[in-house]
């Protein structure tokens, strides 16, 4: 059984940065399309940053020029830096991704900016 294991997020006053990473563990053979989600509570979880396997990564408008997706195929670790945070940047975040084929998501980490 594969999975993915969040680490990083925390408290930080507006305009500093954070560094989130996954790693996925387990038996694997393939990573397609990882990418992070926020949560709020009340609202549903909106697509952060997305990036395949090969090929550029797409943002949402609100996070963009301030985070950047990464990954490492070699590691099959994929990461959020985020930099320039707000205060409504506060949420859950979560990985996500396409593990042999099967859609699975991390345990999701608390980012909260102070104003």
């Known amino acids: 059984q594969a999975q993915f294991v969040e680490s990083g997020g925390g408290l930080v006053q507006s305009g500093g940065s954070l560094r989130l990473s996954c790693a996925a563990s387990g038996s694997i053979f393939s990573i397609n399309r990882m990418a992070w989600y926020r949560q709020t509570p009340g609202k549903q979880r909106e697509l952060v940053a997305v990036i395949p396997t090969g090929g550029s990564a797409t943002y949402a408008d609100s996070v963009k020029g301030r985070f950047t997706i990464s990954r490492d195929n070699a590691k099959n670790t994929v990461s959020l830096q985020l930099n320039s945070l707000k205060p409504e940047d506060t949420a859950v975040y979560y990985c996500?991704?396409?593990?042999?084929?099967?859609?699975?998501w991390g345990q999701g980490t608390q980012v909260t900016v102070s104003s």
């Open positions: 996500h991704g396409f593990i042999n084929l099967a859609p699975y």
